[in-house]
């Protein structure tokens, strides 16, 4: 059996939590982004304890997580933020979903099928303020809820957006986009959509306290016990979810002029103890930490040598004592007095925190601690 653990520490995602909470004010509701198996995270137990806390909606991307999330039991309201596609369709009724929407053709296949069903189907719209990627461009918003509106298989029952430069304090494009969606659901409103739930807000821009005005925000890294980007203020004090755990499982002491790993990328300069442990990138410890990575052995720090290979990591001990087969090693997460976060592995490799928590949680073996499930 692999000696490589990913923890999940489910005390710490209900603290997260909380502290979103207090951050927007305990009458606000909260949309948890659970989407890419919650960050890495695990979605289904992730989500059954965001569930247990409270939890108003969550954020998939696709149909087949709102499958996996209802048959594991989750009967909270779930948002496809992807939308669906023509034959996703049968299963938004199925798994009583709530599609994003901005495409007109869709809506109206929709429509049929849950009248055929003698169903109406809630569906947020999704209206581009600046993100440039998914939904209904805010200058085309009011001709496409016009349309919508005729719809009776369906009732706009939310109006939403994604905000691209959240993170960063006082960017005044933030304030341009959250104008644009203002004045979006104006509009919605005066074609008769009356109280639709509005968001736009995830982590960045609640930290930054915007855009929560509509009473839902979205967070998804906050809740994982990380800050967006390194210029997030409010993100003091969130406790990381995920660790990684591995072991060493060989120690040797070799001379000067000994090349390390592949490529031959490093030479010791004097005699060194270098360990080999056992996880590599096909583990989700990045290639990039080849010569830059750093782990924890004993409380202390060691520095990566070589190349990374796929399942083995060469790490130089010299300066701790005793180190030998067997000892655990800490590539994510803390252990003594000292820790490793998925920014500063982030940062070392020219990436974000999410990237490392999705690369590491869905290649390992992971194991809930203080939890439901
Ligand atoms: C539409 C949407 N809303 C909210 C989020 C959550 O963003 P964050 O993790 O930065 O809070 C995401 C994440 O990518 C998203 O795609």
């Not at 999940?8 to 890419?36: E, T």
């Not at 919650?38 to 939890?55: C, D, I, K, Q, S």
Request: glycine letters at 12%.
């Amino acid at each position: 059996m692999t000696s490589n653990i990913v923890n999940i520490d489910l005390s710490a995602l209900r603290r997260n939590f909380r502290k979103i909470k207090s951050r927007i004010g305990f009458s606000a509701r909260i949309l948890c982004v659970v989407k890419s198996d919650a960050y890495g995270h695990g979605m289904l137990p992730v989500a059954r304890e965001l569930e247990a806390m409270g939890t108003d909606c969550f954020g998939i991307f696709e149909v087949e997580e709102g499958r996996t999330l209802r048959d594991g039991g989750v009967r909270t309201p779930l948002l496809v933020l992807k939308g669906i596609d023509a034959d996703e369709i049968a299963a938004v009724t199925e798994y009583d979903l709530i599609p994003a929407v901005f495409d007109i053709d869709i809506a109206r296949l929709l429509s049929d099928h849950a009248l055929k069903q003698g169903k109406c189907v809630p569906v947020h719209v999704k209206v581009d303020t600046g993100m440039g990627r998914l939904g209904v461009q805010w200058q085309e918003a009011r001709s496409f809820i016009k349309g919508l509106v005729h719809l009776r298989g369906v009732q706009v029952t939310g109006i939403f957006s994604h905000l691209s430069v959240a993170d960063e304090v006082g960017h005044s494009f933030t304030d341009v986009q959250i104008e644009r969606f203002q004045d979006c659901v104006a509009m919605a409103h005066d074609l008769g959509i009356r109280d639709p739930v509005t968001h736009i807000a995830n982590s960045g821009a609640i930290s930054n306290q915007k855009g929560a005005e509509g009473g839902l925000v979205r967070p998804g890294i906050m809740l994982y016990g990380s800050s967006p980007s390194a210029a997030c203020p409010g993100c003091d004090g969130l406790s990381p979810v995920m660790s990684f755990v591995s072991r060493v499982i060989q120690v040797k002491t070799v001379p000067a002029g000994t090349p390390i790993s592949y490529g031959r990328r490093y030479v010791t300069k004097a005699q060194r103890i270098i360990a080999t442990i056992c996880a590599g990138y096909g583990d989700g410890y990045s290639r990039l930490l080849s010569n830059k990575g750093t782990v924890l052995i004993r409380g202390r720090r060691a520095p990566v040598v070589g190349t990374v290979c796929m399942n083995l990591t060469m790490v130089d001990v010299t300066g701790i004592e005793g180190v030998s087969a067997g000892d655990e090693v800490v590539i994510l997460g803390g252990q003594k007095r000292d820790r490793i976060t998925a920014e500063e592995i982030a940062q070392q490799i020219g990436t974000i925190s999410y990237e490392v928590y999705c690369a590491i949680g869905k290649s390992n073996r992971r194991c809930y601690l203080d939890g439901l499930s």
